[in-house]
């Protein structure tokens, strides 16, 4: 019997419930984070030791597609994309039924949620134009979010609540890192945000909903034609970068680099323009 069949003959038991334990604990899973955890799990089943290397993609699989059948009737489903960065395929738990911010908001604050709100429109919106394709922000003006707009603060009755959904610089920071930490947001080398595999998964439909206008051609969220999922970056094409590089190869980053002392990687950059051609 192979590990395959291990999981259908235990369709929805020990093996698959612990499987979607972890899945609960870790929000999202590549293969490779996998296979520790069903070895385990195989190896508690079969009362003997299963090592990592023998765990398969199929055992993987088989595990999702049963785990699925499971899941399906309390509306999640664990669905997969690929980094856009790495080109790892990556798994998360998904809720089918939530709208909007949902998932982030079941564990976040009122102020918090305005504050993912507000970084979210920053990303797509204010650096994702027909000029420049970032899609992604930059720490220190992540930070600079802080403070709700003067839409944000009104009650329905009119009123100013010069308070409401504001954080401090150090809320900020450590809501930052807690989105960091849960799967909802990546952090570059350079300290740039974007939304990650997970977060892409979760809040598509959100995303198009938000972003995309039906009157207007331009469509700030694309999705690939092949594989449906949202595009957040791409190579050169010989005229512009899409994602943090449409920011850090531009003259006025650069300039800025140099202000601050810091020696532009221009090399790297025209090394990577070349490659790409």
Not at 168 to 178: I, N, R, S
């Amino acid at each position: 019997m192979t590990f395959r069949d291990v999981a259908f003959d235990m369709e929805y038991e020990d093996t698959n419930r612990a499987f979607i334990q972890a899945f609960f604990a870790r929000n999202v899973l590549t293969f490779e984070e996998a296979r520790p955890l069903l070895a385990h799990i195989f190896s508690v089943h079969e009362k003997r030791e299963i090592s990592i290397a023998d765990i398969t993609v199929e055992d993987f699989n088989s595990m999702i597609a049963a785990a699925n059948d499971a899941l399906s009737p309390l509306d999640y489903v664990i669905r997969s994309t690929r980094g856009q960065e790495d080109n790892e395929r990556y798994y998360a738990l998904v809720n089918t039924t939530s709208d909007q911010l949902t998932q982030i908001a079941t564990i976040h604050s009122s102020d918090e949620i305005g504050y993912v709100k507000r970084l979210l429109d920053e990303i797509f919106d204010a650096n994702n134009t027909e000029r420049r394709e970032a899609m992604c922000i930059a720490g220190k003006d992540a930070l600079n979010l802080t403070r709700a707009g003067r839409r944000e603060t009104q009650t329905q009755n009119g009123e100013n609540q010069a308070t409401k959904f504001n954080l401090t610089a150090h809320e900020a920071e450590v809501l930052l890192a807690k989105l960091v930490a849960e799967g909802w947001l990546n952090k570059s080398q350079k300290g740039f945000y974007s939304l990650s595999p997970r977060g892409l998964m979760e809040l598509k439909i959100w995303l198009e909903e938000t972003y995309n206008d039906e009157e207007n051609e331009y469509k700030k969220i694309k999705t690939c034609e092949a594989c449906k999922e949202v595009i957040t970056v791409l190579p050169w094409d010989g005229q512009h970068y899409v994602g943090e590089k449409a920011i850090t190869t531009s003259e006025s980053y650069l300039r800025g680099k140099r202000r601050s002392g810091v020696r532009p990687a221009s090399d790297d950059i025209q090394a990577d323009e070349d490659t790409e051609e």
